[in-house]
């Protein structure tokens, strides 16, 4: 089983704008999820210790189910890593079981992420994202939504 997952990409922009995808809002909701899955909420609470929650809806072919996750952040070292724990919740931020929303058996209650950042030059960055959790039979889509979320990113700035 796949005991994690990880992105790299290099964008054509400065560390300060690659970081600033993950803490402006706005921003969130427009690279957050999969392909043709869209966001409309992105609450930030952006601290060490903070909760941010955001939701990804399914496109209505594939069911338009709404599904929330909470991002409770561990460690944030500016312009450098920002490492949280996701987990679903409700529209709250309340924890769920993840097979209450549907999610197969063996869905990891947890994933530990970790971005890191690294400016090559002044306006090019590169961003490594890891997930680290027991993917068990979501590992390819996992990798894939990952994928196609940091290629949201990249449609997003340059």
């Known amino acids: 089983m796949t005991k994690q997952i990880e992105v790299s990409k290099t964008f054509n922009a400065s560390i300060e704008m690659v970081w600033k995808i993950w803490t402006d809002p706005d921003l969130v909701k427009r690279w957050w999820g999969p392909e043709h899955f869209t ?5 930030i609470d952006f601290m060490e210790g ?21 991002w409770l952040y561990v460690k944030i070292v500016p312009l450098e890593v920002i490492e ?9 931020g309340e924890r769920i079981e993840p097979k209450s929303v549907g999610m197969p058996a063996d869905f990891p209650p947890e994933v530990r992420t970790v971005v890191i950042f690294k400016m090559i030059e002044k306006s090019k960055t590169a961003m490594t994202v890891t997930e680290y959790a027991e993917f068990g039979s ?10 196609q979320s940091m290629e949201k990113m990249e449609r997003l700035i340059g």
């Open 39 to 43: 966001s409309s909420v992105a609450k």
């Open 50 to 70: 903070g909760r941010s929650i955001v939701n990804m809806i399914a496109p209505k072919a594939m069911g338009g189910q709404v599904y929330y996750s909470s």
């Open 84 to 92: 949280f724990i996701q987990m679903l919740c409700d529209k709250n």
């Open 138 to 147: 979501i590992s390819n889509f996992a990798q894939l939504g990952l994928e």
